[in-house]
Structures are given as structure tokens and as C-alpha cells.
């Protein structure tokens, strides 16, 4: 079955870039969505069509998709950036939503 | 403005069949490309689609769990309901109803804050 592979954790300073990747065959065909998920709270949506920004989310998030593998980069991380981030797709009949494990983001 | 609001029992018993509410409000269910998402999350663990229903009556369900799911709208109600049956302490987890867009994409923009429900005898 198709699977899309997050690494568990990324650490990262205040000031520096973070770069969470999510691979998958599919990822060369079909766009990727990233969430923030915070402790005790439900998903944002921070990332859509592989690169797009929805209103409200601050300009250091973006996006890029290279070939199977989908990057979520957040510059310049700030303390409130720490969360569970997860990256979604769809499954090979493109009818079916599929999410990856998720990487924790630790801001030391 | 849109909203959604899960609601259900917090406890269920192994076995026992389990249903879930999701109320929503700033869309409607009939608008052509509208769709509502049951997804879950057990503790420490990845979110995990369950099912999806469109205003086209498009159903689509996880197929590791398509035996045991039925999703079910009331547009009148604004209201998406989630019927999980043989439920067992593994399906423990938190249930977010959450909203797609009618742009084509497949994500979701909007979520309810998530019910806890948690599978013990």
C-alpha cells in the first residue's frame, strides 16, 4: 500500500530554518498538504497545492515538491513552532486521503 | 465563518457499536464540491482518514476499515454522522470531523476541536 514517510523528529535553535521532508511514490503525481498540530489541539492547515500559504499563515512556512519528495520549511523558527507537523496526500486510485506519521518539532 | 463540532459518547465498551455527531455551521453539505472528513488520531500516533462524504453522495471510506464504517449526512441538520461498529481498545483515539474545500484539492481547511473516545470494558 502506498505510504508516506516523515522523519520522527527535527530539532532546530530560535533563528534557524527548519526542513521537514515527507517522500512517497505518489508525491511525483499528486500535491502535498502540511499541518500543524500543537499540544492538546486539532490540525492547521499551513501548507496547501504543494506550496501555497492559506491567509493567516505567516510568511516564514512555505513549501516545495521535488520529484517524490515534499519539503515543509519554516524560516527563521520561533518558540510557538513547536508542534507535530504532518503531510497529506492521496492514495494511488486518488480517491482516498492518506496522512504521513508525522514529525515532531522541537524548538531548543 | 465555518465551524464543526464533533460530539459522542467519551467511553464505549469492547465490542459495542460507536456513533458519532459532527455538526457544522458556514457551509452547506448540498453546495457542489463540499465534503466532510472523519479523521482520527490515537495517542502518539499518525492521523488516520476514516471516511469522507461529498454533496454528491460520493462516499468513500478507508478501505482497511470499510467493513466496519458507515457515514451518513442531514443536510437539513448540518450534520455528518459516523457509525463504527465491533470496536476494540485499539480504536481508542481522538475523532476530528474537518472540511474540504469545493476547489478540487484535497485538503482540509477547517476542523472541529476533536472528541475523545476511548474504548475500555
Known amino acids: 500500500s502506498y505510504e508516506l514517510t516523515q522523519p520522527p523528529s527535527v530539532s532546530v535553535s530560535p533563528g534557524q530554518t527548519a526542513r521537514i521532508t515527507c517522500s512517497g511514490d505518489?508525491?511525483?503525481?499528486?500535491?502535498t498538504y502540511w499541518y500543524r498540530q500543537r499540544s492538546g489541539q486539532a490540525p492547521v492547515l499551513v501548507i496547501y497545492?504543494?506550496?501555497e500559504r492559506p491567509s493567516g499563515i505567516p510568511e516564514r512556512f512555505s513549501g516545495s515538491s521535488v520529484g517524490t519528495r515534499a519539503t515543509l520549511t519554516i524560516s527563521g523558527v520561533q518558540a510557538e513552532d513547536e508542534a507535530d507537523y504532518h503531510c497529506q496526500s492521496v492514495d494511488s486510485s486518488d480517491r482516498f486521503v492518506i496522512f504521513g506519521g508525522g514529525t515532531k518539532l522541537t524548538v531548543l | 465563518q465555518i465551524t464543526l463540532k464533533e460530539s459522542g459518547p467519551s467511553v464505549v465498551m469492547p465490542t459495542q457499536t460507536l456513533t458519532l455527531t459532527c455538526t457544522f455551521s458556514g457551509f452547506s453539505l448540498s453546495s457542489s464540491g463540499v465534503g466532510v472528513a472523519w479523521i482520527r488520531q490515537a495517542p502518539g500516533k499518525a492521523l488516520e482518514c476514516l471516511a469522507l462524504v461529498f454533496s454528491s453522495d460520493d462516499d468513500r471510506y478507508n478501505p482497511s476499515l470499510r467493513s466496519r464504517l458507515t457515514v451518513s449526512k442531514d443536510t437539513s441538520k448540518n450534520q455528518v454522522v459516523l457509525t463504527m461498529t465491533n470496536l476494540d481498545p485499539v480504536d481508542t483515539a481522538t475523532y476530528y470531523c474537518?472540511?474540504?474545500?469545493?476547489?478540487?484539492?484535497?485538503?482540509?481547511?477547517?476542523w472541529g476541536p476533536g472528541t475523545l473516545v476511548t474504548v475500555s470494558s
Open positions: 474537518a472540511h474540504r474545500p469545493p476547489t478540487g484539492y484535497r485538503h482540509f481547511d477547517y
Open positions: 497545492k504543494d506550496h
Open positions: 505518489g508525491l511525483a503525481k499528486q500535491y
